[in-house]
């Protein structure tokens, strides 16, 4: 089994002014400045609070994203592997390698929150906003190598993220329309350099390696190979920069709209639909009608979007749209996926208030993906996750529940979670920025 680590993207934002002038922050997407309020208090709006409401749910639905997403990770590191079979290895397949590609999506909606949302900041307030961003990729990258130090088989991304927030922060001041040009072309560009570089360049990889100090303290002193160095963290590990930026970028892109608009909502639910669709459909074309492809005995290993997949030959290989397989067709169908996602949950917690109270623990979650990423993997380091029986299930359930009930009864009292208020404090430094 594949361990892919995801992250807790909300580590990214942070706080902001609130509208009252209260200083009130979550780690990541949402900033609830702009309402005041807790996650817990949040659900209590209801739509008819007119448009202080649809801004709530607005920002509730993304961190109700970033939940689910935390779950993701959750199932994809102890739960049982795709092979499980029937509606448990279906679900288990849905969270491989879709819910990293919805946390660097919703990494980029971060950055832009920080820096500006409509419209970058300027001046001191725009300096700050860079000083805050470069504080976070810093500490992500120093606790990341941390995590990753441990040994685990999770490939941690939080240092990963690092790299993320300083390669996208020069485009933060562009427009939604420039920055989905950008991320279009990326998406189409950077995977061929990838596999060019890749295939082309081992020796020197482990060259650079052996000098790294990143890829020496991430390996404990084995730094060859190591996914927590330069190398790893652009071109060989899970969540290499090289093609993981389009995800950035878009959701750079979709954090410049105005999510409060019904229309606007609707349009970018449909291209995000469409995304998914060309993505998983143009590979499952391709593959059939290329060809030399390995043909597959059914959907749950169909290589147009299934982690057990096998490898296709040669070239073929830039055919499939499996996660994790750095080709444009799985950066396009999983950016579609981290639109519809995100689309949806917005549509839900601005529609329904029961829907918002009944979901209050999961948003909770995603208010604070940073403390519940790093209990993750501890939890994977305390168990021993090659030691987990084959149907981890209960296993899985178990740490769910503990995490949920945590992050529900925590928001109820204070703004931040306990790694998210550290995280706070650590980048109020830029406020002394002139």
């Known amino acids: 089994m594949a361990h892919h680590g995801v992250p807790a993207a909300s580590v990214a ?24 309020m807790t996650p817990a208090e949040v659900t209590r709006v209801e739509p008819a609070d007119g448009k202080a409401a649809r801004a709530a749910g607005r920002l509730v639905g993304v961190d109700l994203a970033r939940g689910i997403a935390v779950l993701g990770m959750f199932a994809a ?180 709209l105005d999510l409060s608009d019904r229309v606007i909502r609707l349009r970018v639910l449909a291209v995000g ?15 059939r009608v290329v060809p030399g492809t390995v043909p597959s005995a059914g959907l749950m290993d169909a290589p147009w979007w299934s982690d057990l997949a096998e490898e296709q030959p040669g070239w073929r290989e830039q055919l499939v749209a499996v996660p994790h397989s750095e080709t444009t067709l799985s950066i396009v169908a999983n950016t579609g996926v981290a639109i ?30 940073l403390t519940a990423y790093v209990f993750h993997i501890v939890a994977v380091a305390i168990l021993g996750i090659d030691t987990l029986p084959a149907d981890s299930l209960p296993v899985l359930l178990g740490l769910s529940a503990i995490v949920l009930m945590f992050a529900y009864c925590w928001t109820r009292f204070f703004a931040r979670g306990p790694l998210e208020w550290l995280l706070h404090r650590a980048t109020a430094v830029a406020g002394r920025v002139r």
């Open 13 to 36: 934002a942070g706080p902001e002014r609130a509208a009252g002038g209260r200083r009130d922050g979550v780690a990541g997407l949402v900033q609830r400045g702009r309402t005041g």
């Open 77 to 256: 590191h102890l739960g049982p592997t795709p092979d499980h079979g029937g509606v448990v290895g279906f679900v288990m397949e849905l969270a491989h390698g879709r819910s990293s590609a919805l946390f660097a999506f919703l990494a980029g909606f971060s950055i832009v929150l920080i820096t500006g949302r409509r419209a970058a900041k300027t001046g001191r307030d725009g300096r700050q906003a860079v000083v805050k961003v470069l504080i976070r990729a810093g500490i992500l990258l120093v606790v990341g190598t941390g995590l990753t130090a441990l040994g685990t088989p999770v490939e941690v991304i939080l240092a990963y993220y690092g790299l993320y927030f300083v390669l996208a922060l020069p485009l933060s001041r562009l427009r939604a329309t420039t920055l989905a040009v950008i991320a279009a072309l990326s998406a189409l560009v950077l995977p061929q350099i990838w596999f060019l570089v890749t295939d082309a360049a081992p020796g020197w990889f482990d060259a650079v390696d052996g000098h790294d100090p990143l890829a020496w303290a991430s390996g404990r002193g084995d730094a060859v190979g190591s996914p927590g160095g330069l190398i790893g963290l652009l071109f060989t590990g899970s969540y290499p920069a090289l093609t993981w930026l389009p995800f950035v970028l878009a959701g750079m892109a979709v954090a410049r």
């Open 273 to 287: 639909i469409a995304l998914a669709v060309l993505g998983y459909g143009g590979s499952a074309v391709a593959l």
């Open 340 to 369: 519809a996602v995100l689309i949806a949950c917005v549509l839900a917690c601005a529609r329904s208030g029961r829907f918002r109270r009944v979901s209050a623990p999961l948003i909770a979650v995603g208010t604070m993906s």
